[in-house]
């Protein structure tokens, strides 16, 4: 500005001085005029040319996902946290963690932050000590609510729904999944994956050329059951060892039971000790699967063989040929006991377990992760909108081993065929419950309820006194 206020001070001054050199003339001459424009023309010009530039607003990249209106994700995409780092820990090491990265790529790439997992498997402890120190993690993967219930409760997670949209979350999840995420008061995190087990898986190929079709009521699983009976086969295929941790399949199906034969209110108040496990509404449960676990007809090796049969081990002879069992329940981990080249889709695949009762609708049984905060900066939030989509799971989806818990998650997302096959699956189920015995306190859940079913299966007591020995571990 100096430059050109001197540049036209000179076109004054020239001015001035051929003004006086025409002796005070009234008319000044043409062309004293025009030169004087010329440079009175130049001066403007250079003005303009010299004008500082109007401030443009940086536009948001296009991005594959859909963003929070107004939110730190939208400030992160358009660069206001670029250069900043979130650190997550969590208890998943090899392959979860290179599937974890891959899954990060996409908010990395696109906002300019860095995420630092540094998880492994003794997350638990080293969590609670770094917590106690004042320095926990920006954000933690959760695959045990009780734990992360804990933290709620001691005043350590910050609650996403102070900065995510009530709207925005029941768009992306179904509301199973919001109230699972209610803990201590308050909405303790955001889900991320899950695995799916409400799942019969069955030896596809020689199941149609048996002619056997898939129920689709307890009554057809009951009636298929009796079909191979009479066939002179056993139809299921059921295994309950597991070292120290024997008993937990027998869980598993007290629970798929107790959501198919009565409300998700009482199967809340079961997991918190409001619901006795002596009450007719458990007993209920435990009762409709021994119907089928303690008729030697319908069980491959009969039952004394359930509680020496390692759960892993079980579904083999499903693969036999002709196959010595039908039908095996379990979560869709369990292909990775299958037996080595068997293939989804030819040589197995599954259905859903079942609805015993439709006033219950079609409920899934689902373990899982939830991501929870610890500290509350921008670019953390950014990460924790991140994790509301389906696309912060991309890992997973594409390899396979776990299922997105959004809702907005589409089949064509899934890379594998057989997550595919399970998260239509899942988009058909009207409820979500995380397994029971996970939510209960250890004492029990990893406790009395193992041993209970096992000494339950395996004669050593009944049912009304394991239900009051497992009642009475509850700690007061």
């Known amino acids: 500005m100096k430059r050109q206020l001197f540049v036209l001070l000179t076109a004054l001054l020239i001015l001035g001085l051929i003004l006086s050199a025409c002796g005070g003339a009234e008319e000044v001459p043409p062309a004293v005029e025009e030169a004087v424009e010329q440079v009175v023309e130049k001066v403007e010009e250079k003005v303009a040319e010299e004008k500082p530039a109007e401030p443009v607003e940086e536009a948001m990249p296009e991005v594959s996902f859909d963003v929070p209106p107004g939110g730190a994700l939208e400030k992160a995409l358009a660069g206001e946290f670029a250069g900043m780092s979130v650190s997550v820990d969590g208890p998943f090491t090899n392959p979860d963690d290179i599937l974890f ?4 790529k996409a908010f990395e790439d696109a906002t300019g932050i860095t995420v630092n997992y540094i998880g492994d498997k003794e997350f638990e402890g080293r969590l609670s000590i770094a917590v106690d120190a004042g320095n926990p993690p920006d954000i933690a993967d959760f695959p045990q609510p009780g734990l992360l219930a804990n933290f709620a ?5 910050v609650d996403p729904t102070t900065f995510i949209s009530e709207d925005w979350l029941k768009q992306q999840y179904n509301q199973s ?14 889900w991320h994956r899950f695995n799916g087990k409400s799942l019969v898986w069955y030896p596809k190929a020689q ?3 048996a002619g056997y079709q898939i129920p689709e009521t307890w009554d057809d699983l009951l009636a298929l059951t009796q079909t191979i009976a009479d066939d002179g086969d056993t139809a299921w295929c ?16 007290t629970e798929e039971l107790m959501l198919r034969t009565t409300s998700l209110e009482n199967y809340d108040k079961w997991t918190t000790g409001e619901l006795a496990f002596s009450s007719p509404e458990v007993k209920n449960a435990i009762e409709t699967w021994s119907n089928i676990w303690f008729n ?3 069980v491959f090796g009969g039952t004394d063989s359930i509680v020496s049969t390692f ?3 079980s579904p083999t002879s499903m693969f036999e040929d002709p196959p010595k069992c039908w039908l095996h329940k379990q979560g869709n981990f369990i292909t990775g006991f299958f037996p080595e080249g068997a293939e989804a889709d030819v040589d197995y695949s599954f259905f859903y377990l079942p609805a015993v ?4 609708g079609k409920p899934f049984l689902v373990a899982g992760d939830i991501m929870a905060m610890f500290n509350d900066r921008p670019e953390v939030r950014a990460l924790m909108e991140y994790f509301t989509l389906p696309e912060s799971a991309s890992g997973w989806l594409n390899n396979g081993g776990a299922l997105a818990a959004h809702q907005t998650a589409t089949p064509d997302m899934y890379g594998v065929d057989l997550e595919r096959g399970i998260a239509t699956l899942v988009n058909q189920a009207t409820s979500f419950r995380f397994d029971g015995s996970d939510l209960m306190p250890g004492e029990v859940g990893a406790g009395s309820f193992w041993t209970g079913m096992t000494d339950y299966v395996s004669g050593v007591a009944d049912l009304d006194t394991v239900t009051k020995q497992i009642d009475d571990s509850w700690p007061q």
């Open 357 to 360: 009762d439709d006033a219950y």
């Open 311 to 313: 759960f892993g081990d």
């Open 207 to 209: 199941f149609e050329a």
């Open 101 to 104: 990265a891959e899954s990060m």
């Open 296 to 298: 030697p007809d319908y």
């Open 238 to 253: 059921i295994g309950i060892e597991s070292g120290a941790a024997t008993g937990w399949a027998a869980t598993d199906w």
């Open 177 to 190: 999944w919001l109230d699972m995420g209610n803990m201590a008061g308050q909405t303790a995190g955001v």
């Open 153 to 157: 409760r001691q005043g350590h997670i």
